[in-house]
């Protein structure tokens, strides 16, 4: 990955990236790492991307318990100005 990022005149921040296995089937796979310039890319269960959480089982519960969440804040910050 690095020649590519090298040729292609492109840099990226190790510090701030990870990366997720997506898989729709419940096996665990087995741990491997990515580098990059030597650097390890952290593995993570879930990411936000463009607003929306995607976890590794391609499932949306984590996405659903967090707009549930906001809105569940946003109510009780509407309920308590109306009063």
Partial sequence: ??????DNRRSLNVDKTCFCV?????????DFQLKV???NIS???????LGIIIDCNLS???LAEC??????????V??????
């Fill in 1 to 6: 990955m690095s020649k590519w990022f090298i």
């Fill in 22 to 30: 997506f898989s729709n089937e419940r096996k665990n796979h087995p």
């Fill in 37 to 39: 310039n030597g650097k």
């Fill in 43 to 49: 593995r993570v269960d879930s990411c936000k991307y």
């Fill in 60 to 62: 949306w519960k984590e």
């Fill in 67 to 76: 707009q549930t969440n906001d809105m569940l804040s946003h109510l009780c």
């Fill in 78 to 83: 509407q309920n308590v100005i109306t009063q």
